[in-house]
């Protein structure tokens, strides 16, 4: 059974930074990464990972967000430097299973940056 556990989240003030972490279980993962949903709009992209290391970041993210990863421990990671209130959201952790390509989801964890 998959299973993707993140942690991390919280509230922090405008241009502080927070480090979001999910463990994954029960495959191995080609491609893992971070979405995010904010009130009233659609989950997005935020940064994702092939397991080469070759990455991909949203626009709003690249040059203050870093997405890194642990094979050996089946963890993922991103590194969030200089928030803004509008990186307030949920993060979903992503994960697609290098056997069956399935997609998995985390729980998601709230991540809320005060002005």
């Known amino acids: 059974q998959v299973q993707l556990v993140e942690s991390g989240g919280g509230l922090v003030q405008a241009g502080g930074s927070l480090r979001l972490s999910c463990d994954a279980s029960?495959?191995?993962?080609?491609?893992m990464g971070w979405y995010r949903q904010a009130p009233g709009k659609q989950r997005g992209l935020v940064a994702e990972i092939t397991r080469v290391g070759i990455t991909n970041y949203a626009d709003s993210a690249r040059g203050r967000f870093t997405i890194s990863r642990d094979n050996a421990k089946n963890t993922v990671y991103l590194q969030m430097n200089s928030l803004k209130p509008e990186d307030t959201a949920v993060y979903y952790c992503?994960?697609?299973?290098?056997?069956?390509?399935?997609?998995?989801w985390g729980q998601g964890t709230q991540v809320t940056v005060s002005s």
């Open positions: 029960g495959s191995i993962f080609s491609a």
């Open positions: 992503h994960a697609v299973s290098i056997w069956t390509r399935q997609d998995y």
